[in-house]
């Protein structure tokens, strides 16, 4: 069963930093875009950041400076440094995969069960 599985969410106090990891799993044939996205309460979800099997990443221009996106493609992982954070990240974040699987094999967007991030003034 093909599933993302997220990690590394909690409190964390207004400057501080965490770091989110998605783990993709099953039978998969290749990764291509990853990308982190976050819902607050009361707003739409947003793309945070996301970057591509090559390693070209974009940012919301709300993060820009403060996170970092990276992937380790031979784990199926991908990362989230999230530095100097806000109250204003307070937000489920959700790990996003577009996976080829499947037989016939097609491409398919695969998303990870959220993970609560709350930072505190």
């Known amino acids: 069963q093909v599933q993302l599985v997220e990690s590394g969410g909690g409190l964390v106090q207004a400057g501080g930093s965490l770091r989110l990891s998605c783990a993709a799993s099953?039978?998969?044939?290749?990764?291509?875009?990853m990308g982190w996205y976050r819902q607050a309460p009361g707003k739409q979800r947003e793309l945070v950041a996301a970057?591509?099997?090559?390693?070209?990443?974009n940012y919301a221009d709300s993060v820009k400076g403060r996170f970092g996106i990276s992937r380790d493609n031979a784990k199926n992982t991908v990362y989230l440094q999230m530095n100097s954070l806000k109250p204003e990240d307070t937000a489920v974040y959700s790990c996003?995969?577009?996976?080829?699987?499947?037989?016939?094999?097609?491409?398919?967007?695969?998303w990870g069960q959220g993970t609560q991030v709350t930072v505190s003034s």
């Open positions: 996003n995969a577009h996976l080829l699987l499947g037989i016939p094999a097609r491409w398919r967007d695969y």
């Open positions: 099953g039978s998969i044939f290749s990764i291509n875009d």
């Open positions: 970057i591509t099997s090559g390693g070209t990443s």
